[in-house]
């Protein structure tokens, strides 16, 4: 049988709904599942390190990586651009390893449209009070930054009812076990598992 692709997982969601501490769980307790990390121009908060959470770019060498076609998406996120770089991303899928890419709706609506597949997934944080607690508590941006960010939310919660499924993120491990559950059935979609039966019909 040949090699099935992997599944590509588009995470999206208000800065601060936990995206990020639900990626790393879910690392951990899902076999087979890899993180793209993306390219972005803002600078490195806290501890954060180049290639890590982010590759970190000037502006004039994210354009040129634009020209050159290097993005699977690419898109505007509070006055900073972001990326997702297209070559590993490909290769990995290629090898039946599943992929999430962690990006903003802008992204997650070019993913849809370039590749024509993929798995539509929208954080939600359990209310806009508890969102803007996270943010403050999390230390790592300036009031004028938190106040962005809350601005932004409401428009990336309007997009929310295009996603295929929306988890509300009241604890980690729920959340964990919302995406476990998903990925699963996904796996068990009949189109994805028609060849075996295909075989046994030969
Ligand atoms: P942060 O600066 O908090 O790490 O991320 C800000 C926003 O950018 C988040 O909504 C995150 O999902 C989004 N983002 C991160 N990487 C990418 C990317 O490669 N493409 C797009 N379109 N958005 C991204």
Known sequence: MKQKRGQLIILS????????????????AIPNLKISTSATTRKPRGT??????????SEAAFKKKIENGEFLEYAKVHDHYYGTPKAHI????DKGIDVILEI????????????????????APPSLQELQERLVDRKTDSA????LRMKNAQTE?????NYDY????????????????????EKCRSLNNLEIIQEMLM
Do not use: H, W
């Open 157 to 161: 919660l309007k997009q929310a009812q």
């Open 90 to 93: 490909v290769q990995m899928l």
């Open 104 to 123: 903003d709706v802008q992204g997650a609506a070019q993913i849809k449209e370039k590749m024509g597949y993929g798995i539509t997934i929208f954080i």
């Open 48 to 57: 954060e390190k180049n290639g890590v959470e982010y590759f970190f770019l």
């Open 166 to 185: 929306i988890i509300v993120n009241r604890t980690v491990d729920q959340a964990v076990d919302d995406l476990t559950a998903i990925l699963r059935a």
């Open 13 to 28: 969601g208000p800065s601060g709904a936990g995206k990020g501490t639900i990626c790393e769980a879910a690392l951990k």
């Open 144 to 147: 004028e930054q938190i106040t």
